[in-house]
Each structure stands twice: as C-alpha cells, then as structure tokens.
C-alpha cells in the first residue's frame, strides 16, 4: 500500500508542475520567445515517466504489449543519456504490421530475414547484414555509411541480445509495399513473390510508382482534394539509385513515403553530430536576428532524381533556383554545383549548368547566418541538412514528402514553416512571416530549441537502441510475444 500511495503522490507531484510549465510557456510565449521554448521543452522532459513501472505502464497501455525483453536495461539507459521516455508512437507505427503478421504466423519475421540474407548473399544491391554477437557488431555488405554505424552501434550493443538485422545502405528507401491497402495481411503471408528483391530498377521509375499500390498518387496536401505530387519530385519521376523490392521484408531505413513503402525507420547519420555526414555548422550563429535579412536563403547541388531529358524543371531544388529569380526580393536560392552521377546519356549536361549558371563554387554554410530564413527541399531523398538548419538561428521553410523517424517531435507551424513539395506556396510562407514577425520569431525559437535539446546523438542512440529490441523480439516470435 505505501508503494502505490509513493507512486500516486510522485504523479500527482510531476502533474503539478508539468501544469505549472505549461501555464509558464503560455504566460511567457508572447512576451519571451526564447524563454517560452525553453519551457517548453523543460515541459516535455518532465512529462516523461518517473519510474521504470511507470514506463512499463505506458507502454503496455500504447501498445496492448508488454515492453520487450531488454527494456529494463534500455529504460537504465535512456536515463543516464537523458533521453524521452515515452515519444516513441513513430517506432510502434513502423512494426504494427510485423506484429499483426507475428499473430497470424510467429515465424513470418525471421523467415524474411533468413531469406533476406539468402539473397542478399547472391546480391548485396547496398544492403547491409549486421549481426550482433555477445555485445559486439559485424557487418557484412558494401554501404558508404560502413565506416560510422559501428561506430553508432558500439554505443549501445552491449544492450542487445545476439540478433541479425539489415540496414539499408541507400538513402532511398526499399519496401514498397502498402501495408494499409485493403487485403495487404493476407498479401504479405502470400509472399515472398518478388524473385529478384531490392533489384527492381526501372528507368525512370514513374511507370512503376504510377502502378504500386500506395505509390500512384502521393497527395501533395493531407487535406482537401487530392492533387498528385508524382509529377513534380525527382524521387518518383526517376530516382537515383532505385533498386525496390514489392515483397514485405523487415528493413531499416532512413528515410521513407507512406503509405507507398514499409520501410522502418532510424536516425541517418546525417543527424549525428559525432558523424562526418552530419550539417553541423563550423561556429555558432553570430549575427543578432533583427539584423539578419529578412528573405530566405539556400545554396545546394543539382540532387533531385536522375535528368533525362528536361524532367529536372520538374525536380525541387531546380524549382526553387526558378523561385529565387522570380522573386529576388523574397529567395536567395542558388544551385552552386553539378551532380554528374545524375545525368543520363538524355542529359544536356552543358546546357543545364548554362540556364542555372552552375559554376561549381560553394558558398560557406554560415553564409546563412546573414537570413531570417532557410530553406530545406529534397535532393535524391530526405534532406540530411534539415537539423543543422534548425539550429543555426534561421526560422526553417520545409519542403518534403519523406517521413524521418522525428517527425512526431518537429511538427509543422510549431517548429517549423511546411512548403508544398512543388513550393508552390513558399512566396506566400515567406510574406506570411515578414507580415508576422513576432510569431516567425516564436516557430524559430521552438525549433531551434528541440533540435538542440532534443535530437541529440544520444537521443537518437535511444531511438534506434529500441528500434532494435522490437526487432529482436520479433525475430524470436516464435518463442512468443508476451514478454
């Protein structure tokens, strides 16, 4: 009895003050903009379960699940690396699927992945077979990113029981499958019906997204009449490197399109800050914001999809070069260099570079330092620069049609300015903030602050260390799901 009175009053206690911080950040939000983000952030950490019972709880009441086994020691050490306890609805989404399937047929998981390396091993096409074995990891597998995720797992491996899992070596993700299309369950435990896996590459890949199921109209807004973004992203029209498979495999990937792939989600090592990869700036903003000007800025290279012919004018970082001639008062967007990986023998490589006047010379990042506003598009995929902007004292205009493993954590209007895909309403964002600049400021400020306090390294060491005990314990369903 005295527990449970020591847990009720420990509740009713972290009640108070989380509604103690919450009427602070009101009070404050239109007085202080800095001040009321800190709050609110102060706000969410003291939100967080206060115990390990208290998190099991939770947990189980979000998931209809017991925690999965090794949570104890993850619930130990999200509180030493301070991370969030319980914001984790984005991993849950991600393996519902596989958990569903787990109820039909417990072996369904660890099948795939025994036939994943089977042809994986005939074919590697950039994917990854990582084992972890008695705390340790090994890969196996060609990937640009082999030399930074032992580095990323060491950080947490020894938490791990001994498992196998994949990591998709591309930024482009993998799965296109549609798990929320009607029959889809009854689809997958038909499967595997894809002979060649992760080796369908069409060229260019419109045809076949305008085919699969999930893929054939990407709206360009969640609300009101569908309008397709499939025409108006590289990604779709022709994308880079595509190699997809249509059969559901378990697969953990950076980046990904719902509802047209599967893929699970993980932090990229762009969002590392220890990682070569990541958009960290080399010092810290130096210029006051009311002396920043008051236009959006953005340098970048050609990425976008694969040019044949004149399909870029339809690519977004070629758009928004078109925006900043277009409205010079308000953009500041230039395309600084050439990708010539993404020039097919279609491609006009010379008169390209001419009508964008490519030169080849960078700018240094911190030459955003001197704009209120930044801008963040798609290049082959997600944006690996996205964070960085959000720390660099710059108010973020994002455009995108990915989804990343934050995205229940940097939510549009709150922390940052959401643009159509096609930037068909960037001009009128960026009016919107010069007419409302005390508002601008405050959206600025919350980002700034999550991105700093937030998405840490550690932070996204937590992330992807549960990411990893959901993985286990499925590929153990056999052995049951309950514990």
């Given at each position: 009895m005295g527990a449970v009175l020591s847990l009720s009053a420990t509740t009713v206690i972290l009640t108070l003050v989380f509604q103690l911080l919450l009427h602070r950040v009101r009070s404050l939000d239109s007085a202080d903009p800095a001040v009321a983000a800190r709050l609110a952030?102060?706000?969410?950490?003291?939100?967080?379960?206060?115990?390990?019972?208290?998190?099991?709880?939770?947990?189980?009441?979000?998931?209809?699940?017991?925690?999965?086994?090794?949570?104890d020691g993850w619930y130990e050490y999200v509180q030493e690396h301070k991370c969030l306890v319980d914001e984790y609805d984005q991993i849950q989404r991600d393996f519902k699927p596989f958990y569903q399937l787990a109820e039909a047929d417990p072996e369904y998981f660890r099948r795939m992945i025994k036939r994943g390396d089977r042809v994986l091993g005939e074919s590697p096409a950039e994917i990854t077979f990582l084992e972890i074995r008695n705390g340790e990891p090994f890969l196996r597998g060609d990937t640009a990113y082999g030399g930074y995720w032992p580095v990323t797992l060491n950080k947490f491996s020894a938490h791990l029981p001994n498992m196998t899992f994949f990591m998709n070596g591309r930024d482009e993700p993998r799965v296109a499958f549609?798990?929320?299309?009607?029959?889809?369950?009854?689809?997958?435990?038909?499967?595997?019906?894809?002979?060649?896996?992760?080796?369908?590459?069409?060229?260019?890949?419109?045809?076949?997204?305008?085919?699969?199921?999930?893929?054939n109209a990407i709206p360009m807004e969640a609300t009101g009449f569908v309008s397709s973004i499939n025409e108006e992203t590289g990604f779709l029209l022709a994308s880079a490197k595509p190699g997809f498979t249509t059969d559901l495999?378990?697969?953990?990937?950076?980046?990904?399109?719902?509802?047209?792939?599967?893929?699970?989600?993980?932090?990229?090592?762009?969002?590392?800050?220890?990682?070569?990869?990541?958009?960290?700036?080399?010092?810290?903003d130096d210029i006051p914001w009311d002396d920043k000007e008051a236009k959006a800025y953005w340098r970048g290279m050609s990425n976008g999809g694969m040019i044949i012919g004149d399909n870029y004018r339809h690519f977004a970082r070629f758009k928004l070069a078109d925006l900043g001639r277009a409205h010079p008062d308000l953009i500041d967007a230039a395309i600084t260099r050439f990708a010539e990986t993404l020039c097919d023998e279609s491609c006009n490589r010379t008169a390209v570079m001419a009508e964008y006047n490519i030169t080849g010379n960078s700018e240094a990042r911190?030459?955003?330092?001197?704009?209120?506003?930044?801008?963040?598009?798609?290049?082959?995929?997600?944006?690996?620069?996205?964070?960085?902007?959000?720390?660099?004292?710059?108010?973020?205009?994002?455009?995108?049609?990915?989804?990343?493993?934050?995205?229940?954590?940097?939510?549009?209007?709150?922390?940052?300015?959401?643009?159509?895909?096609?930037?068909?309403?960037?001009?009128?964002?960026?009016?919107?903030?010069?007419?409302?600049?005390?508002?601008?400021?405050?959206?600025?400020?919350?980002?700034?602050?999550?991105?700093?306090?937030?998405?840490?390294?550690?932070?996204?060491?937590?992330?992807?260390?549960?990411?990893?005990?959901?993985?286990a314990r499925l590929q153990e369903s056999a052995h049951g799901l309950s514990a």
């Open positions: 952030v102060d706000a969410l950490f003291a939100r967080q379960s206060a115990s390990l019972t208290q998190a099991r709880a939770r947990y189980s009441l979000h998931n209809q699940r017991a925690p999965p086994p090794g949570y549609n798990y929320r299309a009607p029959g889809a369950l009854q689809h997958a435990l038909s499967l595997p019906k894809d002979s060649t896996p992760f080796q369908i590459s069409p060229h260019p890949t419109s045809d076949f997204f305008g085919t699969q199921s999930g893929c495999y378990p697969m953990l990937s950076m980046s990904r399109i719902s509802p047209c792939f599967s893929d699970i989600l993980v932090p990229s090592e762009y969002f590392y800050d220890r990682s070569w990869w990541s958009g960290k700036f080399g010092h810290p911190e030459e955003l330092y001197r704009f209120k506003y930044a801008i963040d598009v798609d290049g082959t995929t997600f944006s690996g620069r996205y964070l960085g902007l959000l720390r660099s004292g710059s108010l973020v205009f994002k455009a995108t049609v990915f989804e990343e493993y934050f995205n229940d954590w940097l939510r549009p209007f709150e922390h940052y300015i959401p643009v159509n895909a096609d930037l068909s309403n960037l001009p009128q964002r960026i009016r919107w903030a010069n007419a409302n600049p005390e508002e601008a400021r405050r959206i600025q400020q919350r980002g700034l602050e999550v991105a700093r306090r937030v998405l840490t390294d550690e932070q996204n060491d937590c992330y992807f260390l549960l990411v990893l005990l959901e993985w």
